[in-house]
């Protein structure tokens, strides 16, 4: 069966799909709103909403974002026309009032807002008849999406990478209209409000959905592993992600044993912990992938990770990583131009499904968390399954020395999640912070710290005057 987002919309939605849709996070109006306060009242409408904080993630202002990371750790290019607002990100130098910036700001705020509102209504005992199980899976299902939209924006706007600065987020656990300013929280609370989310959810959200674009308790604890490893608590996060690993295996996920038809299969893909749905004219995403290619820096390291001192050739994948090959190869990477996104943005079958979360992430969480906590055996071994994926030799992992294991982990997880989710980009700097490797090792226009946290969007700040922006 597959989901068909029609029904109720949700308030601002239609909006999103403008790109140059800006304003500031507190127009956004709650989604019971719309029609009085009574816009759950049973089940079948209560899943109709919740459907629609799903659909949040497609919009414009969060789909067309995350490309704007990899340009920013310079594993991506701009080609063409590029990007709105793309050019500060071209040169590390983006100014509080880029239009990107005011975007993903508003979407991923848009996104807590429509899950807070739910989770009200079905606390409050709207939806009539629903069984208790299924009232509290709902609310899991909104926790998930509430801390993963919390997580971005910290990732984004917040100092993610060191727990005793103030500079964390504005946190939102109940709707809000447009009238409330709130100062942000520190880096410590913000963790503590999404770990809090994601430790409910995984008490009470689904315990497997076949359908891959529905978050689960699997996608909760895999999630939970993330943010443990960006908060530096490396002995859970190394547990947590082996524990996600394993219930993955009891609940229907797994990998896929080809890299490319991760992302032929898309929402379909048993990799997938959480994925956009995107398949005929209304369930689209804008992905402007067609305006982005590879960096000279992603070449040059899909070279030499197979041992190679000359380029390699595309055509053949001769002397390429695989994964690089099967995204750039001319025959396969399709009308987008990336492997990635095989399918023609204007088709009337499957469109380009955006990996929220998948599975391989998780080998590669569990292989570092394991590697810094000086578990290089248990390191190589989820390391190996991922890199035999690819095509590297069965004693690959097993050839790294210790010291040389974390740079390879982060090299491979770079090509493995390339042009997907920024992971490179955040990886980067959390590398960078842990002194493994230089500020400028990927690109000659990082020179600072204070480039590595983007500016709250001007307009954040003025619809927010307890809003204090980050430092300069």
């Avoid at 939209?149 to 656990?173: E, K």
């Avoid at 219930?247 to 379909?268: C, H, P, V, W």
């Avoid at 204070?450 to 307890?466: D, E, M, V």
């Amino acid at each position: 069966m597959k989901i068909k987002y029609l029904g109720l919309l949700l308030a601002g939605t239609l909006g999103m799909n403008s790109c140059s849709m800006v304003g500031d996070i507190d127009s956004i109006k709650p989604y019971y709103k719309m029609e009085g306060d009574n816009v759950v009242y049973n089940l079948e409408s209560a899943e109709s909403v919740l459907r629609g904080v799903y659909k949040s993630w497609r919009a414009f202002n969060v789909s067309s974002f995350r490309l704007y990371m990899s340009i920013l750790s310079g594993t991506a290019v701009s080609k063409g026309g590029g990007l709105t607002g793309g050019q500060e990100f071209v040169t590390n130098s983006i100014q509080a009032n880029n239009v990107a910036l005011a975007n993903i700001y508003q979407g991923s705020y848009l996104t807590i807002n429509t899950a807070n509102n739910l989770i009200k209504l079905m606390e409050r005992g709207d939806a009539k008849g629903a069984p208790e199980k299924r009232v509290k899976e709902i609310i899991g299902e909104c926790k998930i999406q509430r801390a993963l939209a919390h997580f971005q924006v910290l990732r984004h706007f917040g100092y993610f990478f060191d727990l005793s600065s103030p500079y964390g987020i504005v946190l939102r656990n109940t709707p809000f209209s447009g009238t409330e300013t709130a100062p942000r929280a520190t880096v410590q609370q913000s963790y503590d409000f999404i770990l809090a989310d994601l430790n409910d959810a995984i008490a009470n959200a689904p315990q497997n959905n076949e359908l891959h674009y529905y978050v689960t308790k699997t996608t909760a604890k895999a999630l939970k592993a993330k943010v443990l490893l960006h908060m530096g608590r490396y002995s859970e996060a190394e547990t947590t992600a082996k524990e996600a690993i394993d219930d993955a295996k009891r609940n229907g996920y797994q990998l896929e044993g080809s890299f490319q038809t991760i992302f032929t299969n898309g929402y379909d893909s048993p990799e997938a912990l959480f994925a956009t749905y995107t398949e005929g004219p209304m369930e689209v995403a804008s992905d402007q992938i067609a305006r982005t290619t590879y960096s000279e820096f992603t070449k040059r390291m899909a070279d030499m990770l197979v041992g190679t001192n000359n380029d390699g050739d595309l055509n053949t994948g001769d002397g390429y990583d695989q994964r690089f090959y099967l995204m750039f190869n001319p025959t396969l990477a399709g009308a987008q131009g990336n492997g990635k996104h095989p399918y023609s943005t204007n088709g009337t079958g499957k469109h380009n499904t955006q990996m929220l979360l998948r599975l391989g992430e998780i080998y590669f969480i569990h292989a570092e968390a394991a590697a810094r906590n000086g578990h290089f055996d248990t390191a190589r071994q989820s390391f190996q399954i991922m890199a035999s994926r690819a095509g590297y030799p069965a004693d690959y992992a097993a050839g790294i020395r210790n010291n040389q294991l974390l740079t390879a982990i982060f090299q491979h997880k770079v090509l493995e999640l390339f042009a997907e989710n920024g992971e490179d980009w955040f990886d980067f700097v959390r590398y960078y912070q842990a002194k493994n490797i230089a500020i400028n090792a990927i690109k000659s226009t990082i020179k600072s710290d204070s480039q590595l946290i983007l500016p709250l969007p001007q307009t954040a700040l003025a619809g927010n005057n307890q809003l204090q922006q980050n430092p300069l």
